[in-house]
């Protein structure tokens, strides 16, 4: 399968503060790269669709000012959660669609965020 | 509104048995199905996929079947391994390609 690589896996850092999380596709061109948030023992919840050279797509109730998404070319995809407050803690996870991927998603690793 | 539903948040088999995973759907517009297996603090690896216009795929000890009529599918794994013990998502899709997922049931498998 397609492989996907995301980046820091883990990171900790102090309240107040910005982080960014990187997600590439290793060796697929991805139009499409997907954002995606899991609480502990929950589903996973999609934060934020975006396409190659063009603004993301946030769902309800996901702020765009504070998860900053850049898309900037066809393998890499930047999550930057601004501002950071405990409540922000979370496992964080990419995923990426290439052409005629006929809806499936490579998922990155995740990464887990601590804020302190 | 929880659109795909996997109502039993666990299972345990029996090493060599035959597991089965189920999961409803509400949204009549799904047109595509997926299977997902994940590990903690790791992302799902993608299983196995079904387009709306099939009721069987199969792939090696992977084979998942839908029922439209019923909006439910199933993912049956045989023999189930030990290696199988993770928890498997179920998700569905329409047209914007956008994944919705199930919550999730934590497959152990009993050597």
């Known amino acids: 399968g397609a492989v996907v690589s995301q980046h820091p896996s883990w990171v900790i850092c102090k309240s107040g503060t910005s982080v960014k999380i990187e997600c590439r596709s290793l060796d697929f061109q991805a139009t499409t790269m997907f954002w995606y948030r899991q609480f502990p023992k929950q589903s996973l919840m999609l934060m934020a669709t975006?396409?190659?050279?063009?603004?993301?797509?946030?769902e309800q109730g996901v702020e765009k000012d504070k998860f900053l998404i850049n898309h900037a070319s066809l393998t890499l995809s930047t999550l930057t959660v601004t501002s950071a407050h405990p409540e922000d803690s979370s496992f964080y996870i990419c995923?990426?669609?290439?052409?005629?991927?006929?809806?499936?998603?490579?998922f990155g690793a995740g990464t887990r965020l601590s804020v302190l | 509104d929880q659109q795909v539903k996997q109502n039993s948040p666990s299972l345990s088999v029996q090493e060599g048995r035959i597991s089965i995973l189920n999961c409803d759907y509400t949204?009549?517009?799904?047109?595509?199905f997926l299977w997902y297996k994940k590990y903690p603090a790791e992302g799902p690896t993608f299983l196995i996929s079904i387009s709306s216009i099939k009721d069987k795929n199969e792939d090696g000890r992977f084979t998942v079947f839908l029922n439209k009529s019923a909006k439910h599918l199933s993912l049956h794994i045989v023999p189930s391994q030990p290696g199988d013990s993770a928890v498997y998502f179920c998700?569905?899709?329409?047209?914007?390609?956008?994944?919705?997922f199930g919550q999730g049931t934590t497959l152990q498998v009993k050597p």
């Open positions: 998700a569905a899709s329409a047209s914007t390609g956008k994944l919705i």
């Open positions: 949204n009549s517009m799904f047109d595509y």
């Open positions: 975006s396409n190659e050279g063009s603004k993301a797509t946030y």
């Open positions: 995923s990426a669609r290439g052409e005629g991927a006929k809806n499936i998603q490579y």
